[in-house]
């Protein structure tokens, strides 16, 4: 029996009101809320779907990243570059309209070669139950998303040429100069104009006062003030069946999202935890240092950029029909580049994430730790729940982890969180901390 502290934030780590649930009806989280978590278990039966599931994902991820590159490298190959670049000149001469040219085509060629991928990809999301969307909506989403990426690339690669005309040499610098204040700006949009064209928000408060304000107790005895204009329920369970929440936006924006799953399927101390969770995200700002690590990046991924290109059209321009980097025949060559940089840099951008992942993960056992001897349990009950139901493959290689994972393997989060139970009571589980990524990855895109 667990002991619980009076006070608002009781609540939130002592067993749900005694509900009379029979067995069939318990929520997965009320479910595993009645074992005792050591470790990160899954049926035979579970087991052999995620291990099919991870195969096919790594797979699918890893075409997917080969599939882009090569097709990138058979337009600059044959020559797809100069001729659209004739066919934009001969369209208009005004130069955001060949930019609007010449970036359409280039994003619509790499769309629909990646086409039977991503439906495979929803198809098998469809298959394990991950997914609800149908496929009519998902169409309409895929082809919403073509549609942002080319509104935001079309200015993008217009003030890049910009750039290259007025510096051939220093460009490079310039344009991570002027990436920054987009940036900042893109992921300040995100969460206001991007995100409502895909799915639904409310104020949390709005349809689970009751959960909003347990959440706000437990910001409030963490020391935090987090409005509860900035906590939102988001209408998951249209499309997805797994569980989520995350942190997005900066400024006047940023604000903590929990998917209408999670709040619907998991137990108020499990929420508990994922909240706080968010809550390390939130106020050891790691929108901000995610900002600034990509910034790190980009600032060597353009230097390179700029390095690379000039040798490849010193060496092969001629034969790609390539005279200059500042003529828009160059587009395939340069997104080839740094797609290929953004391959390669992925284990420091993974790294770097799981580093934020594992700080939230700390600073959350921190906060409920102080308050409750059950926050360890809720904690893994709540890895469990999210990866019995998303299929999460208990024990992916490393040099995969190493390479691609954005958030540590469950297994090992449930792991640290059970450590943490000793380290709790001192108070000395906290680790500096660092993002905006959901506790799991979305089942959508590439957040
Ligand atoms: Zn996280």
């Known amino acids: 029996m667990r002991e619980c502290r009076e006070g608002a934030t009781a609540l939130l780590f002592c067993p749900m009101p005694t509900a009379p649930n029979s067995p069939q009806t318990l929520t997965p989280g009320e479910a595993v809320a009645r074992q005792t978590i050591t470790a990160y278990t899954l049926t035979p039966e579970q087991m052999e779907r995620a291990h099919a599931l991870y195969r096919t994902r790594v797979t699918l991820s890893f075409a997917s990243a080969l599939l882009g590159l090569t097709v990138l490298a058979a337009l600059v190959w044959w020559r797809f570059g100069p001729r659209l670049q004739r066919l934009a000149e001969r369209l208009s001469r005004r130069r955001l309209l060949q930019a609007a040219v010449v970036v359409s085509l280039v994003q619509l060629v790499l769309a629909l070669a990646q086409l039977p991928l991503s439906l495979y990809g929803h198809r098998v999301a469809l298959a394990y139950g991950l997914s609800v969307q149908g496929w009519g909506s998902w169409l309409a989403d895929w082809g919403k998303s073509q549609l942002i990426m080319a509104l935001l690339a079309i200015p993008i690669v217009w003030g890049l040429y910009a750039l290259i005309r007025r510096s051939p040499r220093r460009w490079w610098l310039y344009a991570w100069l002027c990436s920054l204040p987009v940036a900042a700006a893109l992921v300040f949009a995100a969460p206001v104009v991007i995100d409502p064209l895909f799915q639904r928000f409310e104020p949390l408060s709005d349809s689970h006062p009751e959960l909003a304000s347990e959440l706000q107790g437990l910001a409030r005895s963490a020391g935090l003030e987090i409005p509860s204009s900035r906590v939102f329920l988001m ?207 979305p089942a959508r895109g590439s957040d």
């Open 235 to 441: 209408n998951a369970s249209e499309k997805y069946t797994t569980y989520n929440a995350y942190v997005t936006g900066i400024g006047a924006s940023k604000r903590i999202v929990v998917w209408d799953t999670t709040a619907r399927d998991l137990t108020i101390p499990q929420i508990g935890f994922i909240f706080s969770h968010e809550m390390g995200h939130y106020v050891l700002h790691h929108i901000y240092l995610g900002l600034a690590f990509t910034s790190l990046l980009l600032f060597v991924g353009l230097w390179l950029t700029n390095r690379l290109a000039d040798a490849a059209l010193r060496r092969e321009g001629a034969r790609w029909r390539l005279g200059s980097l500042a003529d828009w025949s160059s587009l395939p060559l340069l997104a080839l580049l740094l797609s290929a940089l953004a391959f390669f840099s992925s284990p420091a951008a993974s790294a770097f994430s799981r580093w934020e992942e594992r700080a939230a993960d700390s600073y959350a056992m921190t906060i409920t730790g102080r308050l409750t001897p059950g926050a360890a349990q809720a904690a893994a009950q709540a890895f469990q729940v999210l990866g019995e139901r998303s299929y999460s493959y208990p024990s992916p290689s490393p040099l995969l982890v190493f390479w691609s994972y954005s958030h540590p393997p469950l297994a090992q989060r449930i792991r640290f969180v059970l450590s943490a139970t000793s380290k709790d009571s001192t108070g000395s589980a906290e680790e500096p901390g660092s993002g905006q990524e959901p506790v799991q990855p």
